[in-house]
């Protein structure tokens, strides 16, 4: 349990940053979702956003070497999960990858992230040599891919990429032989073709022609990106103001209150308040780095750099496609895009990471 001593610890820049996106997110979904069917959603954020702070709060009691000790048992747990909404889930905008529970839709995919990245860490701290082994790259290859592969069949690729990190984490920190990484990264470059014209569905092959050239179907498929660019350039250096952006308030800019929510705060807070947020993105991934550095033991290093590594994922697929670098993939916008499993995942989770920090003086 938390110790009153810990509580002085506590790496408040840490803290204060993340809170501090939190805010502008709350801000951005009231703006994104003012005078419109989607009004409430605004409401429902703030009750997400309070379930959180619980779910940050109880990362932070209870020692990570107890949570680390349960880790297979919430693995098998979350996947459980996953093969359930396979069979038996709903399909929801053509994605089997919610958890209907009376009034509430939960999606197991974001939780797998923490339950995937205890594992990990449990299995990495145990197992620690030198160099990795093959038995080594092959269990974690197992742990990192069965969840890939469960979430992808959902559909869901955009969320399944933003597992991979793990792996490049696990390789980086296990002293894995260049040879190797670059054998690993050439891989899926050789596979692209038979990926192309065997796996991708065709909507999913229509995203990346769009990102390629998405004035090919400016009223369709391309819209999005066009919108988004115009939103993000529209702000000009200041912005036009705290629920003033045209893009936005006249609903032009599409999912503005998910995916497409930093284009939104482009609009109405301008270059400068998109140098802020990303400012405090920047502080959240540095800290997680420092954390990782001081951490007491092995255990604390692979959470603290695989909670980064998920996080610095999500942050750089979203802004890529918001300013049309990357093609759309629907994946959301880390503490500030609306939804409560993103939002209460990612507050679990950096619980964790103040968990390692606090714990990191303890003999």
């Excluded at 997110?25 to 959603?41: E, F, Q």
């Excluded at 269990?139 to 597992?163: W, Y």
């Excluded at 999913?204 to 498929?221: I, M, N, S, Y």
């Excluded at 939804?339 to 968990?355: K, P, Y």
């Amino acid at each position: 349990m938390l110790e009153r001593r810990s509580i002085h610890n506590l790496d408040w820049l840490l803290a204060f940053a993340v809170l501090s996106l939190c805010a502008a997110g709350l801000g951005m979904v009231y703006s994104a979702t003012l005078g419109g069917p989607l009004a409430p959603l605004a409401a429902k954020q703030m009750v997400y956003f309070a379930v959180g702070l619980l779910a940050m709060g109880l990362a932070l009691t209870i020692d990570y070497h107890t949570l680390a000790s349960l880790s297979y048992l919430f693995y098998a747990g979350s996947l459980v999960l996953l093969l359930y909404l396979l069979f038996f889930g709903r399909a929801i905008a053509n994605t089997r990858g919610w958890l209907e529970l009376g009034p509430v839709n939960f999606q197991p995919a974001e939780i797998t992230k923490l339950t995937t990245l205890l594992a990990l860490s449990s299995y990495l701290s145990r197992h620690r040599s030198a160099t990795l082994t093959p038995s080594n790259m092959l269990a974690i290859l197992l742990i990192v891919g069965v969840p890939f592969v469960l979430i992808a069949r959902q559909p869901d690729l955009g969320t399944a990429i933003t597992f991979l990190p793990l792996i490049a984490v696990a390789a980086f920190l296990g002293g894995m032989r260049v040879r190797t990484i670059l054998i690993l990264v050439m891989i899926p470059i050789l596979a692209l073709p038979l990926f192309w014209n065997h796996y991708l569905k065709d909507y999913q092959k229509t995203r990346v022609l769009t990102f390629l050239d998405p004035a090919r179907d400016p009223k369709g498929a391309g819209y999005q990106v066009l919108q988004s660019r115009i939103a993000v350039g529209s702000g000009g250096l200041g912005g036009k103001g705290f629920l003033e952006g045209t893009q936005g308030q006249l609903k032009f800019l599409p999912a503005q209150h998910t995916d497409f929510i930093f284009a939104l705060m482009a609009e109405e807070r301008g270059f400068l308040g998109s140098l802020i947020v990303l400012s405090l993105y920047f502080v959240v991934i540095y800290r997680c780095i420092a954390i990782a550095r001081a951490a007491r033991d092995l255990l604390g290093v692979y959470l603290a750099m695989g909670a980064m590594a998920l996080f610095a994922c999500q942050v750089l697929i979203n802004i890529g496609v918001v300013l049309g670098l990357m093609p759309t993939t629907g994946v959301p916008l880390p503490l500030m895009s609306y939804g409560g499993s993103s939002l209460i995942t990612t507050l679990a989770g950096m619980g964790l990471v103040l968990n390692v920090w606090m714990r990191r003086l303890v003999n």
